[in-house]
């Protein structure tokens, strides 16, 4: 007797490995297709340079790379990109590496899941911040890795609390593997990991033999203040994986993402890659493209996003002039995608979440974005994909929102 699909499924519940466990998927509220989209990070969909990029494409199928473009490439990623992207590191950072020492990766996300499996066993003890980002947490809960959040200020990770807890772990014997940390425009916080504590945060790996998870999805997207270096640029030689991306600042649909270390450490990253290697194709349009404009382009979006965080902070002070005590708290980030705001006390999140998506807003609620699940008085508005004029009437629907669940 043939067994009918559903039980068949049912039967293979005992043959899946236990990393294959399903994790939680990303929630937004409101119906899918909600009018006023602020749950993702997506890229301004008016700034994507798609006529620059058909001429790429054009000249790269005109010329000798065209076959080599749709065959197989080197695993770490075509070689060309590579030299892009270690050019434009040593030109907007100061970062002078070869690019022998890149791995070009499926997407940041791809990128962040072969760091964690390179560096932890199931059940080894990594760090993270709390709040921190979603798709960072996901790698983690994969692995089964003990997870602990340090909380944030307004410099960032509280690093005299890292101390404390690498200090108490130590001592239980249960010593942290991974630091995960977001040092600019943090996704979903929006604040900057100071100078004093990128410094410490680099000589603590030494002092309590750890690896830090470099995530900076955003640095190119400062709207104001001083560049901050990275924190790969104060460690030992190792210590320090960064992982960036071309998805906030191209186009998230190529998928291009890139990891730095010295060769030895990209060489074991790269041995984790079971992709075949990344797209050629991809990798040559990115390439081509960033070459000849990526620069301005990126002036270009800083200005578009700057213009939208201000409509969105602009909407939401004018949502709430008649209401302050209902006003939820935020600080302004000075670049990135995401205003992160914490309700007022006795406000039902749950109850602001169903009155939002009523309302055709959607957005990711706080508890996604810490390790316990704690943090239900948050929520993370992203300002990128919408237009100014959507920014402000989506703020005055926020506000809304909480007025009425206020009242209960």
Known sequence: ????????????????????????????????????????????????????????LEGIFSGPEGNAALMYGDAAGFLGLREVLAAKLKRWEGIDVPASELLIVNGSNHGLAIVAQAFLNVGDTAICEAPTFMGGLRPLRQLQARTHGIPLDEDGMRIDLLEAKLVELRAAGTPAKLVYTIPNFHNPAGVNLSLARRRRLAELADIHDFVILEDDAYGELRFEGDHLPA??????????????????????????????????????????????????????????????????????????????????????????????????????????????????????????????????????????????????????????????????????????????????
């Open 1 to 56: 007797m043939t067994a009918t699909p559903s039980r068949a499924l049912a039967n293979l519940d005992g043959l899946f490995s236990k990393l294959a466990s399903p994790l939680p998927p990303v929630q937004f509220t409101g119906a899918t297709g909600a009018r006023y989209n602020m749950g993702a990070g997506q890229p301004d969909p008016d700034s994507l340079p798609k006529m620059e990029l058909i001429e790429t």
């Open 231 to 408: 924190v790969y640029t104060f460690a030992t030689p190792g210590r320090v994986v960064r992982s960036a991306t071309f998805s906030k600042i191209l186009s998230a649909g190529m998928r291009v993402g890139y990891l730095l270390a010295p060769e030895p450490v990209i060489a074991r990253l790269n041995a984790m890659k079971l992709d075949g290697g990344a797209s050629p194709f991809t990798n040559r349009l990115a390439a081509g493209y960033y070459a000849r404009h990526g620069d301005a382009h990126v002036h270009e979006l800083i200005a578009i996003y700057r213009r939208k965080r201000d409509a969105l902070v602009s909407g939401l002070e004018a949502a709430f002039a008649d209401a302050p005590d209902l006003k939820p708290h935020w600080r302004v980030p000075n670049g990135g995608f995401f205003l992160w705001m914490r309700l007022p006390e006795g406000i039902d999140s749950v109850r602001v979440a169903k009155e939002a998506g009523d309302r055709g807003v959607a957005y990711v609620g706080g508890p996604l974005f810490f390790a316990d699940g704690s943090g239900k008085e948050y929520i993370r508005l992203a300002w990128s994909m919408l237009s100014e004029e959507d920014l402000g009437s989506a703020a005055r629907l926020v506000a809304e929102a909480i007025k009425v669940a206020a009242r209960g």
